[in-house]
Nanobody, 122 residues
Framework: QVQLVESGEGLVQAGGSLSVSCAAS????????MGWFRQAPGKEREFVAAINWSGGNTYYADSVKGRFTISRDNAKNTVYLQMNTLKPEDTAVYYC???????????????WGQGTQVTVSS
């Protein structure tokens, strides 16, 4: 199993930046992808970004492409999400997730963090 702990919740003004991180522990050697998802009030959870744990390839939802950057530090078993040019519609609880298979990077995640709140004021 893998345990995931997010940090970096915050309140920022529109146009600002915020970084959230997620530390993984446990059977991290089995991780193939780590991803970030978000869930806004009254909406379904949606894919934000993912990174291939070994190769480092990155993938983004169209809504965040060019504004968000996912990165990882394998030595620290940590994944980061740098969010720039934030918009009020980015307000959500952000969850990191990990999966052991190399199938589609936007679905099928097995392990989830507890979530961290990101609020963007207008």
């Amino acid at each position: 199993q893998v345990q995931l702990v997010e940090s970096g919740e915050g309140l920022v003004q529109a146009g600002g930046s915020l970084s959230v991180s997620c530390a993984a522990s446990g059977r991290t050697y089995r991780i193939k992808y780590m991803g970030w998802f978000r869930q806004a009030p009254g909406k379904e959870r949606e894919f934000v970004a993912a990174i291939n744990w070994s190769g480092g390839n990155t993938y983004y939802a169209d809504s965040v492409k060019g504004r968000f950057t996912i990165s990882r530090d394998n030595a620290k078993n940590t994944v980061y999400l740098q969010m720039n040019t934030l918009k009020p519609e980015d307000t959500a609880v952000y969850y990191c997730a990990a999966k052991f298979d190399e199938l589609r990077y936007s679905i099928g995640y097995d392990y989830w963090g507890q979530g961290t709140q990101v609020t963007v004021s207008s």
